[in-house]
């Protein structure tokens, strides 16, 4: 990979990086009464200040080819890339010693299926690491392999069995996750009408967690609207719009403006609800909201997002739901050093990105965009050592590098969209 590659990268996905960050920004200022434009700029300088030093590295000490992976060649075993997700999702559930799916469609209460979902962030190691590491970590980049190679059959395949971790844990998180990156893929190296195919397909599975996770529209309400059920009431956050309008509009009109308030608005709502707790109820931590930090330093650890949820909700507290109030990765920094951690959030923001443009530089453009912006995108509800390490980020930057670093996809990958029908390219 050409030094002056490995520019370009960085900048893009540093440039990404503030776009988001600045529309969390942007919202949590209007709706925050103790958000700061100052908390903004801090956070902002730590970001720019670290990122341009590592371009400074880039330029001046970066070899001309530089490669940390150079891939593998893997062309006579991807029968092995077929079954991985399968295997792992049969694994998952022989774990779990249930299905979540049928549990829910079985429920008749909203409270009752928080619950189901909430068990399903309590279990243990190993299932409960299954599936951010089929979705995030696996199966997007043998997605994007098989795409390379002209085998859409297959790649769909594999896409399906992805999808249906979210399906089967009723969790609209994990079929995004898995649809993104192969939709961008697609777009970026003009195949239209798979990026169509896999995005109807990935509509269809939300639209049923949709329906599943709604008691309202549950198989065990018969699909009744009927409020005066005390078993099918609904619970809604208010909606800017009007909710009698919003109620009577088309399914996929719903969907997507759910989808667009829960991308757009509600990260920014989120910081600014965090600010309101700390430090006026919580004081800054000092360490203590890090796992791997809180017995160094010698207090208990203290999980901020399920700390700002009981906060915020303390009659679901009551009932027994132990929800979690996710904010942007820089909310954590912020909650345990104050100001100054907003700086060094922004500084270990831009490492991390370099991190990520090193260890793929071997993979092409398209691939190499595909797979990091949705990391990027999950970091404005995230925290960043929870989006590096469990959320799959370091490890599908490795299974990327190591996957499709040496498959072709080192070269420009932008020829138009095969058919879908198009047999294996012949080598």
């Not at 719903?254 to 109820?281: D, H, S, T, Y």
């Not at 050592?385 to 490890?395: D, V, Y």
């Amino acid at each position: 990979m050409m030094k002056a590659e490995l520019r370009p990268r960085l900048i893009i996905l540093s440039a990404s990086y503030l776009m988001l960050m600045s529309l969390v920004w942007i919202v949590a200022l209007s709706v925050g009464e103790y958000v700061r434009p100052e908390h903004f700029l801090t956070h902002f300088l730590g970001f720019c200040v670290t990122i341009v030093i590592l371009l400074v590295i880039v330029h001046r000490l970066a070899p001309t080819n530089y490669s940390i992976f150079t891939g593998l060649n893997i062309e006579k075993y991807a029968w092995v890339l077929v079954l991985t997700p399968v295997v792992l999702l049969a694994t998952y559930v022989i774990l779990l010693g249930n299905v979540p799916l049928i549990d829910a469609i079985r429920a008749n209460e909203y409270y009752a299926v928080t619950r189901i979902r909430t068990d399903i962030s309590k279990s243990g190691f190993p299932e409960s690491y299954i599936p951010a590491l089929v979705t995030r970590s696996i199966a997007p980049a043998i997605i994007v392999y098989f795409l390379h190679q002209n085998k859409f059959m297959t790649a769909f395949f594999v896409f399906l069995s992805a999808a249906a971790v979210g399906l089967l844990t009723i969790t609209k998180g994990h079929v995004i996750f898995a649809t993104f990156p192969v939709i961008l893929y697609c777009a970026l190296t003009k195949r239209f009408l798979q990026a169509g195919l896999f995005l109807v397909t990935a509509g269809a599975i939300i639209y049923a967690v949709m329906v599943v996770t709604n008691p309202a529209a549950n198989a065990a309400c018969k699909f009744s609207t009927n409020t005066s059920d005390p078993a099918c009431q609904m619970i809604v956050e208010p909606l800017p719009d009007d909710i009698e309008g919003v109620e009577k509009a088309p399914a996929a009109e719903r969907l997507a403006r759910a989808l667009v308030r829960r991308a757009f608005l509600v990260p920014g709502q989120v910081v600014a609800e965090w600010f309101e707790i700390f430090p006026a109820k919580v004081p800054f931590e000092q360490g203590c909201g890090y796992r791997f930090l809180a017995p160094i330093v010698g207090c208990k650890f203290e999980q901020n997002a399920r700390l700002v949820y009981a906060i915020q909700y303390p009659d679901r507290v009551a009932q027994g739901i132990r929800g979690s109030k996710n904010a942007a990765h820089f909310m954590e920094e912020y909650a345990n050093f104050g100001l100054p951690g907003l700086f060094l959030a922004g500084a270990l923001a831009a490492m991390v990105i370099s991190v990520a443009t090193l260890l793929m530089s071997k993979v092409s453009r398209p691939a190499f965009l595909s797979i990091n912006l949705i990391f990027i995108l999950m970091m404005a509800s995230t925290a960043l050592h929870t989006t590096l390490l469990s959320g799959g980020w370091l490890m599908a930057m490795i299974t990327s590098a190591f996957l499709i670093g040496g498959t072709g996809l080192s070269q420009l990958d932008l020829k138009s969209s095969p058919d879908p029908r198009s047999q294996p390219v012949t080598r």
